[in-house]
């Protein structure tokens, strides 16, 4: 039901690429993603596939789990391919009617479609071996700089991994309520807009009264143990720099520096 | 029979690194006018059982008969059967939405399309089953005591006037007052309206009064399925699973080892205290 919906999921597994320091897969991330932008010549192309299925491999996430994830973009995938292919200029190689597909089109179209899929693949790649509290962690660490020109890392970090953790907890609410009321006869599939609005009062009413509740009881336990913003605040687990982590710059400044070059000298 | 439940098994996210087994072959009858107690650790598949009964859930396999009627044959009415077979969830007071309280309860028997008369007189008598008096009525179920959330969400279920009433630990989280408030109503509504009841509990002394039987879950299987006094004999291994029987039971029994010769069966306060009376009628 409801519960099935995965929002940047989390795949627990041992692994190397779960145990890296999650400053390293974000800049990591953003190296690679930057590097998808650069690509064009043939080489890097493979260059990036090799790259990503050792990091598939790494990382012991079933192939099955990152197919699935890439069904959510499907038509996004679809309309990306469809456009490049019918609408690029160049030699026609097939026509229906008024639609031509040209040799330029193809090559296009299978350009930004390898593109997107490894976009999605690498970025979910992030997500499946990070955990949300982990990747705050490395995010308010890497921000810290900005605090110099007074933003609040600290707290839009912390407002970010409430915010992360209660999304399981509201879906699980929101399927508990839905349940309630279906045995209590409630009907969400059917009548039109304005009865299927209504229908939603009797989940939206206590779901708001609950999140509001485990809000007031979080701020609560927070100031029970003291909780004073981020001033002075020392970590149990703090961050740090392992050799494997150090190994992983180094690969992934490697990877970058090698995508550039292709573009230099192709 | 009112429901019958064959080789019942159910995993939720199937498939994925969060996949967990929470019935296991689970073989089940329920008759008409039985009062069921169910009982079982956290997270042995209560919960999920009893959400099977008014099909919220769909087995993975295994068949549900309901008063003989397969619920997963082509074009089983689920609509009815929820209204058959009312299901009071866990803290039911956190469902609540209407601005009166009136309204709350009367929102199941709105959406079994009855007329505006038939609804006004379920909810009224629902309310009153649950002893909630009619000053309260246009009261907003959010401003009243606790105690007093969980009866009108009870009463919502019961405004649909079911067959057999499922009632998900309806004492979790009540002061002793409450608690035996609840299933004192509870037990007026098996007695007095002759309605089905499985009460699911974890605490055997909240059961042991009421029910007729009692089932044991563990680890999503049926553990044991009998009468009370029956289960409480096997108290050593209900201890095995995280469960107890009532304090009498211990009691008794630690009489008879000390070399009483009575009868260690009592399940009640009442029953222990007839046991050991008539005891020391006979040896004196
Ligand atoms: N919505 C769910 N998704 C995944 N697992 C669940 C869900 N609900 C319950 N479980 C798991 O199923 C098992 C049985 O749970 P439940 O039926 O709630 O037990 P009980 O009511 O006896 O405490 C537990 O291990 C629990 O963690
Ligand atoms: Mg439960």
Do not use: W
């Not at chain 1, 639609?99 to 930004?112: F, R, Y």
Request: proline fraction near 4%.
């Amino acid at each position: 039901m409801i519960r099935d919906i995965t929002i940047g999921q989390y795949y627990p597994a041992k692994s190397i690429l779960h145990s890296l320091d999650p400053r390293v897969k974000l800049v990591g991330t953003f190296l690679y993603i930057i590097s998808l932008f650069i690509v064009k010549h043939y080489t890097a192309y493979v260059l990036v596939t090799i790259f990503l299925l050792s990091a598939i491999t790494l990382s012991k996430v079933p192939l099955k789990f990152i197919v699935k994830g890439l069904k959510q973009i499907l038509i996004l995938l679809i309309f990306t391919v469809g456009f490049n292919l019918f609408l690029t200029k160049g030699d026609p190689v097939v026509e229906f009617g008024f639609l031509t597909i040209t040799d330029q089109g193809i090559i296009t179209a299978l350009k930004m479609g390898f593109r997107l899929i490894f976009l999605i693949i690498g970025s979910s790649l992030m997500t499946y071996t990070t955990t949300p509290n982990q990747l705050t962690d490395g995010l308010e660490n890497l921000l810290a700089p900005l605090n110099k020109i007074k933003i609040p890392v600290h707290e839009i970090a912390m407002m970010m991994s409430i915010a992360l953790r209660f999304i399981p907890i509201l879906v699980e609410e929101t399927d508990k309520i839905m349940k309630a009321q279906m045995a209590r006869g409630a009907d969400f599939e059917s009548g039109n807009i304005i009865q299927r609005a209504k229908s939603l009062i009797p989940i939206l009413v206590p779901l708001f009264v609950s999140a509001f509740r485990r809000a007031n009881d979080l701020a609560m336990a927070m100031e029970a143990r003291c909780y004073r913003g981020g001033k002075g605040r020392t970590k149990m687990k703090p961050l740090k720099y392992d050799k494997r982590d150090m190994i992983t710059y180094f690969v992934m400044i490697t990877f970058f520096i090698l995508i550039i070059s292709t573009r230099i000298l192709f | 029979m009112a429901i019958k439940i064959e080789n019942l098994n159910y995993v939720y996210s199937p498939k994925t690194a969060y996949e967990k087994v929470a019935l296991d072959k689970v073989n089940i009858e329920i008759n008409d006018g039985d009062f069921i107690g169910l009982i079982g650790h956290t997270g042995s598949g209560k919960s999920t059982l009893v959400q099977h009964l008014n099909g919220l859930l769909k087995a993975t396999s295994g068949a549900i008969y309901y008063n003989g009627q397969n619920i997963y044959s082509e074009g089983y009415n689920f609509k009815e059967l929820r209204s058959k077979v009312g299901l009071v969830f866990q803290y039911p007071e956190h469902q609540l939405f209407g601005t009166t309280i009136f309204e709350d309860v009367a929102f199941g028997p709105s959406n079994q399309g009855l007329s505006k008369a038939e609804i006004d007189e379920r909810t009224r008598k629902a309310l009153d089953m649950v002893g909630i008096s009619e000053d309260l009525y246009e009261s907003s179920p959010f401003e009243i005591s606790g105690g007093q959330k969980r009866r009108v969400a009870i009463a919502g279920v019961l405004a649909m006037e079911p067959e057999v009433l499922v009632l998900d630990e309806p004492t979790a989280g009540l002061d002793p007052k409450g608690r035996d408030e609840i299933l004192e109503q509870i037990s007026k509504l098996h007695l007095e309206n002759n309605m089905t009841i499985v009460l699911v509990s974890h605490s055997m002394e909240d059961v042991a009064k009421y029910a007729n039987r009692i089932i044991v879950m563990n680890n999503g299987q049926v553990k044991f399925n009998d009468e009370p006094k029956a289960v409480f004999s096997h108290y050593k291994e209900l201890e095995e699973i995280g469960l107890a029987a009532p304090a009498v039971t211990y009691i008794m029994d630690g009489l008879k080892n000390i070399g009483f010769d009575i009868d260690v069966s009592a399940t009640t306060i009442e029953e222990a205290k007839k046991e050991i009376l008539s005891y020391i009628s006979r040896v004196q």
